[in-house]
């Protein structure tokens, strides 16, 4: 049995499963702490349903059968399906939404995991297929050959005492475990999904704090404090984001986002809140968090360090959810490419590693501003994207190239033409190293992934090169249309995406250092 379910799960690739013995260290443990597993049971896979990677959530796949755990949103009867009763259940798996159903009353949410709830599903049933042993061929009964007697000889007749066959003996049935009792949700209703795809999107990368819970992995308890506080303004399922800022985690000064607004009540303050329509500018003075230059929010719980980083993500995703408003509004779908979400979501870790890296470990502000510079960095990406999806094109590997000049450019673009930003010769010195290490990787990751993007990584390089080192913006213009040579329709769309988002990204920049 183990030898099959571990050649099953060795020969399914996805994104999101983690298969021995490559499971990593940290989810494996979070794992046999979190799921209910015996000490004695083997992990063979995990998929991992947090944002963060953390695989507090999720399901495994052992030598004991399948153990999960599920957020708070996703009901099932139990936790545990040993693998004969997994053989055993013929009906009922089926997906729905970001829920897979396992059968008898089973249910995993998958809401955080990067694996598709398809995909597990058809894992599943090529399980099911190869656990199914082939009935063994009834034999028939051949009765031991009779000797014959001699000719005119009498037949001998042995009489011989005739026992009866043995009765079966019918061992005791084991006493049945009592069924786990099914728990209800929290909370009538659901989350939307595509909210959840963009605030997963924007959440994994940042480093938040520990006192920051994103969807669908927050505690009821704040959630239920929250909903109090509001008085029922705020619905619990349209809570993507709290910001608990008690010490004692009670939640009883918060921020909170939705996808319509963000929220805030603080000590000795009413609850206020801004409509993300509304919302022109986001920045931090210290602990204090300004929207649209009002004090909005002092977090005393959080250091000065997670209020920069909660306030680069918040700004994604105020321009995340606002673009989303507005594509609703005409009809359009929500669309960061999901081949480039990926890439940048497995890089954004490293682009800040290489910079700091580089830097002397005696430089605190240095590396708050290698990862504030980050953050807008990465988050121009969805700026130029609201400009491109019209425009994208079908290759992926063009479609990425794309993307990585329009981002490039849109930000060299930001920089010179603020003498404010380019007066600072350490911003120019971060900014050249942030921007080549993110060209680097994303050239490593698509790599491996067997796209081959053409022009090369140089060509990007030299193109960042050509406009930074330039006399001027005019000269930085001229010197790129000699690196990118003929222009083609992308790259020409993408020229006109930086340009058309510099001001936005130069605000970000301002606004964030």
């Not at 020969?11 to 046999?32: M, Q, T, W």
């Not at 500018?281 to 005393?300: G, P, T």
């Not at 909660?310 to 669309?335: D, I």
């Not at 006109?496 to 936005?504: P, S, T, V």
Request: hydrophobic content about 40%; proline content about 5%; glycine content about 6%.
């Amino acid at each position: 049995m183990e030898k099959k379910v571990l050649g099953v799960l060795q020969n399914f690739h996805s994104v999101g499963l983690y298969v021995a013995p490559d499971i990593p260290r940290k989810k494996a443990d979070n794992a046999a702490a979190s799921y209910g597993m015996p000490s004695s049971a083997k992990v063979f896979a995990i998929v991992d349903s947090t944002v963060f990677g953390s695989a507090k959530n999720g399901l495994a796949f052992t030598s004991h059968g399948l153990f999960w755990k599920n957020d708070w949103t996703t009901t099932s009867a139990k936790t545990h399906m040993p693998w004969e009763e997994f053989k055993a259940t013929t009906q009922g798996r089926a997906t729905k939404g970001s829920e897979l159903f396992l059968g008898n009353g089973c249910a995993f949410g998958m809401a955080g995991s990067s694996m598709k709830p398809e995909a597990l599903l058809q894992l599943l049933e090529k399980l099911a297929e190869q656990l199914q042993e082939p009935a063994e061929p009834v034999g028939h009964a051949v009765e031991a050959p009779i000797g014959q007697p001699a000719a005119g000889q009498a037949p001998v007749v042995r009489e011989e005492p005739v026992s009866a066959p043995p009765a079966a003996v019918i061992p005791p049935r084991p006493p049945q475990p009592e069924p786990e009792p099914i728990r209800k949700p929290a909370f009538e209703g659901s989350y939307q999904q595509d909210q959840l795809q963009i605030l997963n999107a924007v959440a994994k990368r940042h480093r938040l704090s520990h006192q920051i819970q994103v969807a669908p992995s927050i505690k009821v308890y704040k959630v239920e404090k929250v909903i109090e506080i509001s008085a029922g303004q705020i619905k619990p399922y349209d809570i993507l984001m709290i910001v608990d800022n008690t010490f004692l985690q009670t939640a009883k000064d918060f921020l909170v986002v939705t996808a319509q607004a963000v929220w805030a009540k603080g000590t000795l303050r009413k609850l206020e809140q801004f409509p993300i329509s509304e919302i022109r500018s986001i920045r931090c003075e210290a602990k204090n968090l300004y929207i649209n230059d009002y004090d909005f929010q002092y977090f005393d719980q959080l250091s000065e360090n997670e209020v920069l980083v909660m306030t680069n993500m918040l700004k994604e995703l105020v321009v995340a959810l606002g673009n989303q408003q507005q594509r609703s509004v005409g009809g359009g779908e929500q669309q960061l490419p999901h081949l480039l979400d990926n890439v940048l979501s497995a890089i954004y870790d490293d682009v800040i590693n290489d910079a700091v890296s580089r830097m002397r470990l005696d430089n605190p502000q240095g590396r708050e501003l290698i990862t504030a510079l980050t953050d807008c960095c990465f988050a121009t990406f969805l700026l130029v994207s609201a400009r491109l999806q019209e425009h994208q094109s079908s290759d992926r590997a063009e479609m990425l190239g794309q993307y990585l000049l329009a981002q490039t450019l849109a930000t060299v673009f930001a920089l010179r033409s603020s003498d404010e930003l380019w007066s600072s010769l350490e911003l120019q010195v971060a900014y050249m190293m942030i921007q080549g290490r993110l060209i680097y990787r994303v050239f490593g990751q698509t790599e491996r992934a067997g796209i081959d993007m053409y022009p090369g990584q140089e060509c990007y390089v030299q193109a960042l090169r050509s406009v930074m080192e330039a006399g001027s913006l005019d000269d930085g213009l001229d010197a790129l249309r000699d690196v990118l040579g003929e222009i083609t329709r992308a790259n020409q769309k993408a020229i006109e995406a930086a340009f058309e988002c510099a001001d936005q990204v130069q605000e970000m920049f301002i606004e964030g250092l």
